[in-house]
C-alpha cells in the first residue's frame, strides 16, 4: 500500500491523558498536514512540515497539540491532557512540492484518519 | 479571514436526475479542489482546478471553477446510487503553501 498511512485509527481516552498519534505519508512526498474534522464540518488546518521543517501552524493548535517529523519521513501529532472537545477524527496529508512556474498543480492526498473519543 | 461556502448542504435527489453543487470563496485564489468523503472515511481527490475557466470531467462529474466570480461548481448528470457521499470544495489561499479551506461540504444522497 503506498498511500498515507495513519495509526492507530480509533483512539478512546479519559479526560486530561495524553495521546500521540502517527502519520507515515507517501514516501516522496515532500510535505505533510495535519488537519481535523467534526461530525458535520469540513478538515481545519492545523499544521504542515515541508520535510522535517514545520512551517506554519494554525490557531487552533493550542499549546496542548505538538507536531513532529523529526526526519523529514513520518510526523507524530501529540495533544497532552485531552479534553472533551478535543474529540474528532485527525487527518493527515501528504503532497509533493507545488511547481507554479509549470503551472502543475499537485493535490494533497489524505488518509484514513485517527478517531479520537474523550470521555 | 477566507470564507468557503457551499450549497447545498443537503442534497437528496433521484436516480438519473441532474443538479449542480456550487462553492464560493471570499478571496482571490486560483487553485481549488474538489475531494469526495464516504461514511467513516478519508478523502478521495476527485478534481484540481488551476485557472479561470477550467473545466474538468470524470464520468457523471463535471468540475469548473470562475476565478473573477470566485465560484465553482460540481455538476452531476444522471445521479446513481454510487455517487452518495459528501463532496467537499477546498481552496488554497496561499497559492504555493497548501494549507487548504474546506467548505462544510455537501452530503448527497442519491435515491433509486
Known amino acids: 500500500d503506498t498511500g498515507v498511512s495513519q495509526n492507530p485509527r480509533h483512539k478512546i481516552t479519559k479526560r486530561g491523558q495524553n495521546v500521540t498519534f502517527r502519520c507515515d505519508p507517501i514516501s516522496e512526498h515532500n510535505r505533510l498536514y495535519w488537519y481535523r474534522q467534526t461530525l458535520g464540518q469540513g478538515p481545519e488546518f492545523l499544521t504542515y512540515?515541508?520535510?522535517?521543517?514545520?512551517?506554519?501552524k494554525s490557531r487552533l493548535l493550542s499549546d496542548r497539540f505538538s507536531a513532529e517529523r523529526p526526519k523529514g519521513s513520518f510526523s507524530t501529532l501529540e495533544i497532552q491532557r485531552t479534553e472533551q472537545g478535543d474529540s474528532a477524527m485527525y487527518l493527515c496529508?501528504?503532497?509533493?512540492?507545488?511547481?507554479?512556474?509549470?503551472?502543475?498543480?499537485?493535490?494533497?492526498?489524505f488518509g484514513q484518519g485517527t478517531r479520537l473519543t474523550v470521555v | 479571514e477566507l470564507k468557503v461556502e457551499q450549497n447545498p448542504l443537503f442534497l437528496s435527489m433521484q436516480e438519473g436526475k441532474n443538479y449542480t453543487i456550487y462553492c464560493n470563496y471570499s478571496t482571490t485564489s486560483d487553485r481549488l479542489y474538489w475531494y469526495r468523503q464516504d461514511p467513516g472515511k478519508s478523502l478521495e481527490s476527485l478534481f484540481v482546478l488551476l485557472s479561470n475557466g477550467a473545466v474538468k470531467q470524470e464520468g457523471r462529474l463535471m468540475a469548473s471553477l470562475d476565478t473573477k466570480a470566485r465560484l465553482s461548481t460540481l455538476h452531476i448528470t444522471a445521479a446513481v446510487h454510487d455517487l452518495s457521499a459528501t463532496y467537499f470544495c477546498?481552496?488554497?489561499?496561499?497559492?504555493?503553501?497548501?494549507?487548504?479551506?474546506f467548505g462544510k461540504g455537501t452530503k448527497l444522497s442519491v435515491k433509486p
Open positions: 512540515f515541508q520535510n522535517e521543517a514545520q512551517l506554519e
Open positions: 477546498a481552496v488554497d489561499p496561499g497559492g504555493s503553501q497548501g494549507n487548504l479551506i
Open positions: 496529508a501528504s503532497s509533493p512540492n507545488h511547481f507554479r512556474q509549470g503551472r502543475v498543480g499537485t493535490e494533497a492526498f
